[in-house]
């Protein structure tokens, strides 16, 4: 025990600098991570004189009068004594364990705290998130998913909040179902304290992620900062039930900026925690689905598809139809911007001509008015 009390304070130690980097007023995460690309380390940063930090464009002047690089480190240190008592894995957005599909995001934390079994880079993972005043409804998908996702052996991305998260955290652990809940807190602690039993059952084929240090309370301001290492980590994010309003559906609006595909439940429409899924399906911010299966034909986790075979299909179109198919061949999906830009054609004959294709079964329509050719429907 107290070995590996030693191997901790050794390894904490070697993010003295990045913490300390997060601690400095004015600088943000992706600041930090200009300048640390500029100067080659985090330790750069508080080495290099002031003079000339003033010369580069990320340091703006008035920050740099207030920057106090020595009162940063010392408050570093004190909370690497403090994360010393709650041990626990620190990853830095450099290291090979930090999520690579979080790290491509400008505003990825420099530093991620993590306890468990984690492996936060498989082939699959995905996030399930809803409401919290969770309806028989919701209990049903999340079950169905668990035993969807299993099928695939998919990681679970959720938040451990009451309702949806905590619901399919449990069917995941049920399953032997990989899961990890990035919390709004540090990891002195369980919030709900209802799911601590939960979250211990977690360890083995997971575990828990937050970006706060030991002794940060859950306050509401770090739940939508929360979400964005949710949307962040993911290849998709799912909406199982959700109000009008709510984390969900914050979650959701990161997920289509960050280009991840959303998928949602729709619901009865008299229904209050159906409303928010129906919206974002409305509004072309999430796919509309009723079961996993969809959501593996949308992601092609199925069978491998043979694209070769389904090539002749696209003989029988016209010479402006071609043109879009031939531009979305070869690329993971092109937005309508960028397919007006590229042909030339006016902004209603691209309309026109996609929903063709749509309707053709052809081409696929995803959240941000992005297309992709729907190989999946065409080789069914």
């Known amino acids: 025990m107290v070995t590996n009390l030693i191997l901790f304070i050794l390894t904490t130690t070697d993010h003295l600098y990045p913490l300390a980097l997060t601690l400095l007023n004015g600088i943000g995460s992706k600041k930090a991570k200009q300048l640390i690309e500029i100067l080659g380390s985090a330790e750069a940063v508080f080495l290099e004189k002031k003079h000339l930090l003033a010369k ?79 309806t028989h409804y919701g209990r049903q998908i999340c079950e169905e998913l668990a035993n969807g996702l299993k099928s695939i052996n998919a990681t679970v991305v ?87 309003k709510g984390g969900s559906l914050i979650t959701c609006e990161l997920a289509n900026d960050y280009r991840k595909e959303v998928f949602a439940f729709p619901g009865d429409v008299f229904a209050e925690y159906s409303r928010g899924c129906n919206k974002i399906i409305a509004n072309h911010k999430a796919h509309l689905v009723t079961s996993c299966d969809e959501i593996l034909q949308y992601m092609e986790w199925g069978a491998p598809i043979s694209k070769q075979s389904t090539l002749n299909l696209f003989e029988t179109l016209d010479e402006d139809q071609q043109v879009i198919i031939d531009l979305l061949k070869d690329k993971n999906d092109l937005s309508m911007d960028a397919l007006i830009v590229l042909t030339d054609f006016s902004v209603g004959k691209i309309n026109n001509l996609l929903l063709q294709l749509e309707l053709m079964g052809f081409v696929l329509s995803l959240p941000a008015k992005r297309y992709k050719i729907d190989w999946q429907k065409m080789s069914a």
Do not use: W
């Open 56 to 134: 580069l464009p990320q340091v703006n002047p008035h920050v740099l009068k207030t920057l106090n690089r020595s009162a940063a480190l010392a408050a570093a240190e004190e909370k690497l004594n403090l994360i010393a008592k709650y041990p626990c894995s620190i990853f830095y957005y450099q290291d090979e364990q930090y999520p690579n599909r979080l790290k491509s995001q400008d505003d990825a934390p420099l530093l991620l705290y993590g306890k468990g079994n984690l492996n936060m880079n498989v082939s699959k993972i995905v996030a399930v998130v809803g409401t919290r005043n969770m």
């Open 158 to 244: 959720s938040g451990l909040a009451l309702g949806v998260d905590g619901e399919i955290h449990k069917n995941c652990v049920k399953n032997d179902l990989p899961t990890i809940a990035v919390l709004g807190h540090g990891l002195d602690r369980t919030y709900p304290s209802s799911h601590r039993d939960l979250a211990d059952a977690m360890m083995d084929q997971g575990g828990l992620l937050t970006e706060f240090i030991p002794g940060t309370l859950p306050d509401r301001e770090n739940f939508p900062m929360r979400n964005r290492i949710v949307a962040g980590m993911v290849d998709a994010v799912i909406v199982v039930e959700s109000g009008i």
